[in-house]
């Protein structure tokens, strides 16, 4: 596939994401970065974010050591947001259906060599990857790319004062990369079989790193 047939978003525009990100993660707060290292330096891989507040994805996008593209829901492609968010090469997916277009740019990232950003809870929770969706495991079953866990840790410890929906300015997050591995059992099946057995695996593996995670800084 290209990019052309695809339609995935200009790795040029997630680069720019990327700057923005880190300009205003490190200027509002201060991101402590751990495990970096573990996402492969190129191609194809898949980040599985928890997600428990909205700074979530752009906190990673501003401390991943690649250009990210996010699926987003499109609840968040709204008034100007729309074609900036398309703008820095995110993803808008519809949660409510087996969204072909969200899917099909989305394997083009991988295909592509890009890094694809997950929340695979589906929706903001409590960030402990206790409930998560197929579409993590088709698209690393899919894809053949690897999945790297990640943790980010202390965006819903405390409000802020000026910004009660926001975590208090130049307060601590943690942001924790965990080992790359991969979902499929090497079998190259991609049945709704495979694909269930995928998800139990990943979310051990999620889970797993979570805890790690929590333990290493204390939160």
């Known amino acids: 596939m290209t990019r052309a047939t695809t ?5 040029r525009g997630a680069a720019v994401g990327r700057g923005i990100g880190i300009g205003l993660m490190y200027g509002l707060w201060k991101p402590r970065v751990l495990g970096a290292w573990r996402v492969p330096a190129s191609g194809p891989v898949i980040l599985a974010v928890n997600h428990s507040h909205n700074i979530d994805g752009p906190m990673l996008m501003g401390t991943a050591p690649r250009p990210v593209h996010f699926l987003i829901k499109k609840e968040a492609f709204v008034g100007p947001l729309d074609p900036f968010l398309r703008g820095i090469g ?3 997916v519809d949660r409510t259906i087996a969204d072909r277009t969200a899917i099909t740019r989305a394997l083009g990232v991988l295909e592509e060599g890009g890094a694809l950003g997950i929340f695979p809870e589906g929706t903001r929770g409590e960030g402990d990857f206790a409930s998560l969706r197929a579409g993590l495991a088709y698209f690393a079953v899919r894809s053949g790319a690897p999945i ?8 819903t410890e405390r409000r ?6 926001l975590p208090p300015l130049r307060s601590r997050v943690d942001v924790v990369f965990g080992e790359a591995f991969e979902a499929g059992d090497g079998s190259g099946r991609r049945t709704r079989k ?3 057995e995928a998800t139990v695996r990943i979310q ?4 797993a790193h979570l805890d790690e995670a929590r333990r290493f800084t204390g939160r």
């Open 160 to 165: 802020g004062r000026l910004i009660s929906a």
């Open 148 to 155: 790297v866990p990640v943790a980010v840790l202390g965006s």
């Open 7 to 11: 339609g995935s978003p200009s790795p």
């Open 204 to 207: 051990a593996r999620l889970t």
């Open 90 to 92: 995110q993803l808008k």
């Open 194 to 196: 495979a694909l269930d």
